[in-house]
């Protein structure tokens, strides 16, 4: 039998998900020395509340105030973070990465913010950064897409990948409840952010697009190339018109790379109530992806919580320790970023708008915009316009001149 591999790992923070982790490697670390040869053993928690220490039943030896301890610790190879936010996770992680340690977190702002950077210490360092939790939690579509896709060009994806924005439109949409309530119920079950803007106005959303857009199409697509709209300007009145026309509504991540341009965007859509995304309720997450040869794909579960997303911090540690001699790293030597001529910033797409009264003025604004009317619908003295394809810029200028828009949601078939 091959010599088991020893592994030692700090832990950056013990708090709800490295809470869960700690747990999942203390309770499979037989399981893993048995299955992958390799054990895993927590050699420095650096962390200030004591308390949660001893209720995690972490021995007080091991517990630091400091990260130097943990950056000149010859024993420990990995270091995983679970501070959230961009600093000082970003200092302290650039500090192992230079010191060869690898790195894995689940800090989709800080990671999609800071990739270069990371990536530049990781090489001077010889270490390597793995971020399988900061999308869809503990479902692995980060492996999917760097380990299973190689044989296809993708050439899209949409993602439900905030839980709470999904908990919130599915509440809205199925039992009528309004939108201040929903988020406080989300608050109150800990699926949203500390600060909930993150969640509500799509800036989560946003960091995991980048992430994940970036992996698709080898180049990265940073935030600032995203366009982003929250979901706080939806109305239960949309919602229970855009079901009688069958569609459910979601937070979506968008990305498409087609004839080699990029477009990424994040924003509320109507989908077929039939399109196999509408089933995903609550805070559960789904990506959907289309690849030329593989045809469509779907990855559906938890994005959050404990132990989701510290099965996924797990796997990238033993993933990490066993390629501990080539480490995982992306963009680096090499110019990568999205330019300008790669980006396709004014996107095309369909049209749900509902204007009060006036039909006449919307119907010679889309005419004057050469924006075809697939169908409207007169419902309670308001008028619900579905569109054909029109550029978005197209769009909003055609709109200018209508002054009784009530609401606009764009559509994905
Ligand atoms: N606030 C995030 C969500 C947590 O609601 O999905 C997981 O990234």
Known sequence: MAE????GVALLGVGVVGGGTY????TKREMIK????????VKCVLERNIER??????????VSQNIDD???NKDIQIVAEFFGGVEPAKSFLIKCLKAGKSIVTANKEMFSKSWPELEAAAKEG????YFEASCVGGVPVIRALTDSMQ???ITGLKGIVNGTTNYILSKMSDEGVDYDTCLKEAQKLGYAEANPTADVDGFDAMYKNSILSSLAYRKRVPIDKIYREGISGVSVDDINYGKELGYAIKLLAISKCLDGKIEARVHPVFIPASHPLASVKGSFNALYMHGDNVDDVMFYGRGAGALPTGSAIVSDIVFAAGKLEKPRRFYWEDDVTVNDDDFASDFVSKYYVRVAGNKAAAEKAFSGAKIEILKSVEKDGQVIFLTGEAHESTMKNALAAVDSV?????VED
């Open 4 to 7: 088991i591999k020893k592994v």
């Open 23 to 26: 747990e999942i490697l203390t």
């Open 34 to 41: 048995k299955n992958d040869n390799i054990d895993i053993e």
């Open 151 to 153: 044989g296809n060009a």
């Open 406 to 410: 009530k609401g606009l949601i764009r």
């Open 70 to 72: 943990i950056v000149n």
């Open 126 to 129: 010889g270490a390597g950064l």
């Open 53 to 62: 220490c001893k209720q995690l039943g972490i021995d007080e030896k091991i």
